[in-house]
């Protein structure tokens, strides 16, 4: 099932973007809570980390070595955060995959 970051992804609706690959597309949180608030999802639409399967190992070993990578290019050399909100438990509110990345 689709959510609004499926829409970003087919250029359905608009988002800031500022990387994007054959696997992965990153763009700005819309209510940003650090300076630098980016939003990395894969372009497969999986719902929470309780759906990924071990074909998704090699997409997630991608994003997250895009995650310094990313935050360097923000500015962030002296560090940064991450987070991965994962069920209605977890207070996850988009059901697509993302990793928060956050600094100031
Ligand atoms: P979650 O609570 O699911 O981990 O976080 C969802 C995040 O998506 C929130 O930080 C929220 O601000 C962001 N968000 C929700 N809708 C949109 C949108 O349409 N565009 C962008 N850029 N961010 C969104």
């Known amino acids: 099932m689709s959510t609004i970051f499926?829409?970003?992804?087919?250029?359905?609706?608009?988002?800031?973007?500022?990387?994007?690959?054959?696997?992965?597309?990153?763009?700005?949180d819309i209510n940003p809570r650090a300076r630098v608030h980016l939003l990395v999802i894969p372009k497969k639409e999986i719902a929470s980390l309780f759906e990924l399967t071990p074909e998704d190992k090699d997409l997630m070993g991608h994003m997250m070595l895009l995650l310094p990578q990313l935050a360097k290019a923000q500015g962030l050399n002296a560090g940064f955060r991450t987070q991965i909100n994962t069920g209605e438990g977890g207070g996850q509110e988009v059901f697509h995959v993302h990793i928060h990345l956050l600094g100031n």
């Open 6 to 28: 499926g829409k970003i992804i087919r250029r359905e609706i608009p988002a800031d973007i500022v990387y994007e690959d054959d696997r992965v597309v990153v763009f700005k």
